[in-house]
């Protein structure tokens, strides 16, 4: 299958600063990336699509100015946490779909733990 | 944030038997589904799909159910093995919507040795 790769997979980040994380599809291309939250013991919860060359589709209580999104091209889309916050702490997950039809399988990167202290 | 005291839902079957893990949605118009399987500290990992003009799928030990009369999708392993312990969603995804999966609350499966 497809490989979907995110980096970094864990980082600590003091209460603040900002945190970028990246998503690559490494073998094909995206036109469209997810990004996702999960805490613990949840379900993995919509945060943004991202879209090659056009603004983030964010989800309703996704604060935008809080989690920039930029998809520059058709293999990597980042994610940066701004002035993180320790209840920003979760399990940060992104996926890929590797066509533009409909119904075809997502791919997901391996997720990234952030904690910030 | 986090929701304390929120236990995901756990199936404890011994090694060898076959799991059922259960999963309800909530869009009718929902034509997509996936099982996914997620190990500790690791991203969703493709079981199998299934698609609503099917009610039955098989892969490899894994076979898929849907009903779509009461909304109503399955996930049956057989011969568990220890290797099967992780966290298992269903997502839904609608093919004219935006491609976005929905994930489900999640099963815990416990493969007793």
């Known amino acids: 299958g497809a490989v979907v790769s995110q980096h970094p997979s864990w980082v600590i980040c003091k209460s603040g600063t900002s945190v970028k994380i990246e998503c690559r599809s490494l073998d094909f291309q995206a036109t469209t990336m997810f990004w996702y939250r999960q805490f613990p013991k949840q379900s993995l919860m919509l945060m943004a699509t991202?879209?090659?060359?056009?603004?983030?589709?964010?989800e309703q209580g996704v604060e935008k100015d809080k989690f920039l999104i930029n998809h520059a091209s058709l293999t990597l889309s980042t994610l940066t946490v701004t002035s993180a916050h320790p209840e920003d702490s979760s399990f940060y997950i992104c996926s890929a779909s590797r066509t533009v039809t409909l119904n075809t399988e997502a791919f997901f990167g391996q997720g990234t733990r952030l904690t910030v202290v | 944030g986090e929701n304390v005291g929120l236990h995901l839902p756990t199936l404890s079957v011994q090694e060898g038997d076959n799991s059922i893990i259960n999963c309800a949605y909530s869009?009718?118009?929902?034509?997509?589904f996936i099982w996914y399987k997620q190990e500790s500290g690791k991203g969703p990992q493709f079981i199998i799909d299934?698609?609503?003009?099917?009610d039955k799928r098989q892969g490899q030990r894994v076979t898929v159910l849907l009903n779509k009369t009461v909304k109503h999708l399955s996930l049956q392993i057989a011969a568990t093995q220890p290797g099967d312990s992780a966290v298992y969603f269903c997502?839904?995804?609608?093919?004219?919507?935006?491609?976005?999966?929905?994930f489900g609350s999640g099963t815990r499966l416990q493969v007793q040795p």
């Open positions: 997502a839904e995804n609608i093919s004219t919507g935006r491609r976005a999966l929905t």
């Open positions: 991202s879209n090659e060359g056009s603004k983030a589709t964010y």
């Open positions: 299934i698609r609503s003009n099917m």
């Open positions: 869009n009718s118009a929902s034509d997509y």
